[in-house]
């Protein structure tokens, strides 16, 4: 086996000091810390799609970067992939990966030979994974590429294609249950709508709910223990997705009886998409008690569309780790890099520049927002401003001691209550955020 990337050494973290663009200043992967490595508190995953496929083809213009991994043949270079994905995960100390079934093995001409070759490299992947250790995080199937899905796959108008979804869906669960994988995404790629002039939108959800309760059966009755996560995305490629945001999936996993399987992958560009902070969807999850998995990237707020950059504002890591610690930390998930380098950044190099800037805006992140729980300012700051909840009055409507016409009586003789509140303080937690970040 040829190496791909000969002139890139094995990253190794050097420390904040350091000047070299190929070293980790932050992410020191075996670094011990609340007694487990730091890698295993971060759990990052490389994304096939992005790393492996993605070669900067945009609506404008052509690819730019080189991702034919020396093979013209696409059965030859899935198995070229396979190696080249393995070597940027060695090298960069990623102990993860997650796919799509076709970024792995492409569609052939019919379903049985793309089972068949699917099947050659799964196996592949096996021993690759035995030989060096490296795991799957979550796999999934690609139900929106294909012409045929053109108005969905399981929210389709045609019985017929729902069916051909379930049958991909049925071989992703499989290659992902070979592979140890702990997770099993549901991504509505065009489950949506461009109109509902044209659209029966409650037969759509209710036949997007009857797939997952067969990939939830199916899934058990072959040994699958992990998650299956559903991720929120309020819009692209359809005009609405259904999934719109993690309060919305929510609902229809509640509505649906699928709560007990599923918890959420939550996508930081979708968080912007839908109008939210990553934090408002982490933190939406996490008290619901369906926090799951993380696809780490960042949008741009000045666009309107999916741009899946590669993550390095410090303060949303910060943020999104403080919500990953207080869920208790990764079980099943962990951080994919759902990320893909700049169009101008078209180099071999740049895979490996653009991953150390994630994870070391990550690994900062996940430093900063131990530092902010062990400060404790803003947790006691918070506590203390729901105190009124925890005697009197408060503490009855908790215990569920009073009701209306009580309160009515207690208000009436307390009379006005304004003078009794005190400041929200925002300025002055956002100065302690900056306050903590910055004395790292
Ligand atoms: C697209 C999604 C997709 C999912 C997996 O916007 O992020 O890549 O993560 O199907
Ligand atoms: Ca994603
Ligand atoms: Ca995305």
């Known amino acids: 086996m040829s190496e791909f990337f000969s002139k890139i050494p094995k990253i190794q973290y050097e420390g904040k000091q350091s000047t070299n663009p190929l070293a980790f200043k932050y ?20 994304s096939w799609w992005h790393t492996m496929g993605g070669d900067g083809t945009d609506m404008f213009g052509v690819g730019t970067a080189d991702k034919s991994w020396g093979e013209t043949d696409p059965t030859k270079r899935a198995f070229a992939k396979v190696d080249a994905a393995f070597e940027i995960m060695d090298k960069l100390s990623i102990d993860y990966y997650c796919f799509h079934d076709r970024d792995l093995s492409p569609e052939y001409a019919s379903l049985a030979e793309s089972n068949e070759k699917l099947d050659a490299v799964v196996d592949y992947l096996a021993e690759k994974q035995k030989a060096t250790g490296k795991k799957l995080l979550w796999g999934t199937a690609k139900c929106f590429d294909h012409p045929r899905y053109m108005h969905g796959a399981g929210t389709s108008p045609s019985a017929d294609v ?15 249950v070979k592979l140890g994988g702990t997770g099993y995404v549901f991504w509505g790629g065009r489950e949506g709508y461009e109109t509902l002039l044209n ?38 490629p359809t005009k609405h997705q259904y999934d719109f945001d993690s309060a919305t999936v929510l609902g229809f996993l509640r509505k649906y009886g699928l709560e007990k399987d599923f918890r959420l992958n939550i996508e930081a560009n979708h968080a912007t998409l839908a109008m939210h902070t990553f934090q408002h969807e982490l933190n939406v999850a996490r008290t619901n008690g369906f926090f799951g998995s993380i696809d780490a990237n960042q949008g741009d707020t000045l666009l309107g569309w999916d741009t899946d950059q590669f993550p390095t504002n410090v303060y949303d890591t910060t943020l999104c780790m403080l ?36 994870m070391d805006a990550f690994a900062l992140g996940f430093l900063a ?29 908790i215990a569920g001691k009073t009701d209306l016409k009580a309160l009515s009586e207690y208000a009436l003789k307390k009379g006005e209550v304004v003078d ?19 004395s790292l």
Request: net charge neutral; charged share 25%.
């Open 199 to 236: 659209t029966d939108m409650g037969l759509e959800l209710d036949n997007m709910a009857r797939l997952m309760h067969m990939a939830v059966d199916y899934g058990r009755s072959i040994g699958f223990k992990g998650d299956f996560y559903i991720e929120p995305k309020p819009k692209e």
């Open 162 to 176: 729902f069916a051909f979804a379930a049958a991909q869906i049925k071989k992703a669960i499989d290659a992902t």
């Open 369 to 397: 927002a131990r530092k902010l729980i062990a400060d404790g300012r803003i947790d006691k700051f918070v506590a203390d401003r729901y105190a009124s909840w925890k005697t009197g009055i408060g503490a009855d409507i």
């Open 323 to 358: 919500e990953v610690l207080k869920a208790g930390g990764f079980t099943n998930g962990g951080l994919n890099f759902d990320a893909k380098a700049r169009r101008g950044s078209f180099t071999p190099e740049d895979i490996f520049l653009s991953y150390i800037a994630g």
């Open 27 to 46: 992410y020191n992967p075996d670094e011990i810390i609340d007694g487990k490595p730091m890698r295993e508190h971060l759990k990052f995953a490389l």
């Open 420 to 438: 009794s509140l005190t400041s929200g303080r925002q300025e002055m937690l956002e100065s302690i955020v900056n306050n903590v970040l910055f």
